[in-house]
DNA sequence: CCTACCGATCGGTAGG
DNA sequence: CCTACCGATCGGTAGG
């Protein structure tokens, strides 16, 4: 994937430069954070000068808005589509961690995730309310899967204090996983579920 | 400790600047985060001229050096004082929470303690390397508390992935703990000991 | 999307 | 610890 397409003859795939930016910011406010990262990164990153990037965003904020945003919606989509999936209450925690890891741990989608959990106090106020609202509709299926646990006797606590503990314990696995080590991110996601509903045994 | 000697005559109370200007950068990385804080935010708090921090501190980075240690410093020694004092493994375990809490989320302790856990990444090599060495050194100590709560048969899973999911809920605290919400320190540290151990009762 | 550039600000220093 | 300053770099823009 991102296969860069250069010449300005023959588009038949369409280059989407927006997007090549996106991306490359996102991996960039990833590895050295918002502020230390320079217009002049991102634009080299993409094969441009430094004015041109703002052919595509006002401004530098704005870029970090759209990493921010992606991110916010690919973590969203990934749970709620299995948060819905009809199964046992169970079975559906234990997928949707897998798919929030997924997003926060895997290669298409962490710069994103990444930046969301960590660069969003650089956020212009507008966007930052917006992410605000997206977090809280987020959070509110992690409620409802806690309280679906509850509700069969999995587990004793579905508070939102309970429901923050586990959101940070999924959030912070960024700062310790490692793609080569020794869990894969289903292992994780297995081992988080029997972490918050104490079963006995794992492997 | 390495209290400075500035003046020679007349000092009933030491100024200290030295640490006056800890303090000062350990607020503004917190607020700010390192990369967007400047010298001359730093020195405007301690009402220094821009180049006078530098008779202190070599770099900025030696500023973030000394604001980190400080924070590992002492939430490592708040939470020794109370895991060595010989009580059951339960009561050991929740007043480990409560020290480790209070030292993230307390006045005194938070400045620190955030700018260690968020702006580690601008270190320098040096003392990023004597950082990691302190982190392990501390985690040994959650390691530990585990094991006694497994050995005591409280909980089922005291695997190096375990503790990381608890030192993840418990850092993820700093995300949403809010001084005038409605839980404080010690009642999120009860209630978290009750997460991980899962008992059926807590008010 | 590039060229050429601007004003502002940054970390840091010399000399006192 | 201040004054006065430096070279480098930054986000952003005008004009094409």
Chains 1, 2 share one sequence.
Do not use: C
């Amino acid at each position: 994937m991102a296969a860069s397409r250069i010449k300005a003859v023959a588009k038949v795939v369409e280059p989407n430069r927006r997007a090549d930016i996106v991306r490359a910011a996102g991996r960039l406010f990833h590895e050295k954070g918002y502020p230390a990262t320079t217009i002049r990164d991102i634009a080299g990153a993409v094969g441009m000068r430094s004015g041109s990037p703002f052919y595509h965003f006002k401004t530098k904020q704005d870029m970090l808005g759209a990493v921010v945003l992606e991110g916010m919606h690919a973590i969203h989509q990934a749970v709620e589509k299995v948060a819905v999936s009809g199964k046992s209450s169970r079975a559906t925690f234990e997928a949707m961690l897998r798919a929030h890891l997924n997003q926060l741990l895997g290669e298409e989608g962490r710069d994103f995730a990444a930046t969301l959990l960590h660069e969003s106090r650089h956020l212009n106020p507008e966007v930052s309310a917006e992410v605000v609202l997206l977090k809280d509709r987020y959070e509110l299926m992690w409620q409802q899967a806690l309280n679906d646990l509850k509700r069969d006797g999995l587990i004793a606590d579905d508070s939102t204090v309970a429901r923050l503990f586990l959101i940070g314990a999924l959030n912070w696995t960024v700062q310790w996983y490692r793609p080569d080590g020794s869990q894969s991110v289903a292992q994780i996601a297995r081992k988080l579920a029997s972490f918050v509903i104490g079963n006995s045994r794992q492997d």
